[in-house]
């Protein structure tokens, strides 16, 4: 049983893990100090660097935001919440709740990334209500299943290869999703995760006098409050009508968008997919605005950290600290090694530099020149960056928080569970980038 390890990790990661916000503060500081030591800007062009990046994630830090918001918003609909709580009564005891919970979670990141944090952490919740297991760990179980996003079919780096006219087209093509997404080998490793993940999940649950069973009570959502005066205002806010054709023109509108122009899944269609079908789950104005007040109590922390990462990205790439990491890791690679080497770099600028799309921006130039000379296979290596960049994500709170916001707990709550994940998967998927097929 891994319980033996995992309780006093997490113990010790309680006492010194510290708020998430203290640890992108922490982040700050040390990028700036490694620019200054180990590129050739100066204190002031650091300083320049992050100011003037401070501010790049406002858009995305928005559709985080709405991501959480509108996310909760769908959960608390009556049919929603019914359906999550008949999906939970198929677990009956804690093992069963572990596994169930980290399946449909990787499942639904696979489709999207910010589905599956939204759905991994209220169908954690739904289980909670159902089975008493330690809630930290189901927690923890749910956030473990993103590790496979970038693995699956809104994939940053995959699809960003496979678009005409993308900005290393002239030196690598045109890659298909056939050679990535779903190559044998990315499919191989996504069924490993698939079975190892869930059977250690299980095997971390602490003894019965060890978990953290958290009060029920807790769990339940506040049912939405309706204005009951009789004035013409009262009515419209309370007009079934008003907000259930609000909900169904956007939803024509993404029927639509997906089955007669052909779109594809992104992180703005899910949420107003969230979005509208909350407005015609919830049915009046009144509901809809009464559940949004609940929901935005937990997205605090989005809003005030996302601008923060947005600077160290900033000094990261401007001063070139990332390219000189990524190339720290190129420089010792071979045409076996290239993959693994490109997985572990791209895990560790994904700590300072957590976004997928923005860190193949970063490592593209450094890896395509050394694929070329090494005559190494692009698709595995691109993929092995991604790979990268969502393995580390299990030690990062950056894309935690939502899934925090939503459970309600503490990055250091999950984080000693986390670790041991980001361990093992990290020992799979270097191995299976090492077989050669």
């Not at 499942?107 to 930290?136: E, H, M, P, T």
């Not at 790439?317 to 990332?322: C, M, W, Y």
């Not at 390219?323 to 076996?336: E, H, K, L, R």
């Amino acid at each position: 049983m891994l319980s033996k390890f995992t309780t006093p990790l997490t113990k010790l990661v309680d006492k010194y893990l510290p708020d998430p916000f203290v640890i992108v503060l922490l982040l700050t500081f040390l990028v700036m100090i490694l620019a200054v030591m180990f590129t050739p800007s100066t204190p002031i062009v650091v300083i320049e660097a992050w100011g003037s990046g401070f501010w790049k994630l406002l858009t995305f830090a928005m559709q985080m935001l709405l991501v959480l918001l509108c996310g909760h918003m769908l959960a608390v609909t009556p049919p929603v919440a019914k359906a999550l709580g008949k999906l939970a009564k198929l677990a009956n005891t804690p093992s069963q709740a572990i596994i169930l919970t980290t399946l449909v979670a990787m499942s639904a990141s696979w489709l999207n990334w910010g589905f599956g944090l939204v759905v991994g952490a209220l169908f954690a919740k739904a289980i909670a209500k159902q089975v008493k297991v330690d809630y930290r760990l189901l927690v923890a179980s749910a956030y473990s299943g993103f590790i496979v996003w970038h693995a699956g079919l809104a994939g940053s780096v995959p699809l960003t290869i496979a678009t005409p006219g993308h900005f290393s087209e002239n030196s690598i093509g045109v890659i298909p999703t056939s050679d990535t997404i779903f190559a044998p080998f990315n499919l191989l490793m996504v069924l490993s995760i698939f079975i190892v993940l869930p059977l250690l999940n299980k095997l971390m649950l602490p003894k019965d006098n060890e978990a953290i069973i958290i009060d029920k009570e807790k769990l339940i959502d506040t049912p939405v409050q309706t204005n009951s005066k009789d004035t013409p205002a009262s009515k419209l806010e309370n007009a079934p009508w008003l907000g259930m054709l609000g909900g169904v023109v956007g939803l024509c509108y993404l029927s639509y968008y997906f089955f007669v122009t052909g779109a594809t899944l992104t992180l703005n269609t899910v949420i107003a997919l969230f979005l509208f079908l909350a407005m015609l789950l919830h049915k009046t104005p009144a509901n809809i605005l009464n559940s949004l007040q609940q929901a935005i109590l937990g997205g605090a922390g989005i809003v005030i950290q996302f601008p923060f990462y947005a600077g160290i990205m900033a000094i990261m790439v401007e001063t070139g600290l990332a390219q000189q990491i990524s190339q720290g890791f190129v420089s010792i690679s071979t045409q076996w090694t290239l993959p693994v080497w490109s997985f572990l770099s791209a895990g560790l600028v994904n700590i300072f530099v957590p976004s997928g799309g923005g860190q193949w921006a970063v490592q593209a130039p450094i890896i395509i020149p050394a694929v070329e000379a090494l005559n190494a296979d692009i698709a595995r290596v691109a993929m092995a960056v991604a790979w990268g960049d969502a393995w580390t994500n299990l030690i990062q709170p950056f894309w935690a928080l939502p899934v925090l916001a939503i459970a309600g707990l503490k990055a250091k709550d999950i984080m000693g569970f986390c670790l041991v994940q980001l361990i093992v998967t990290g020992a799979i998927i270097t191995l299976l980038l090492l077989l050669p097929f």
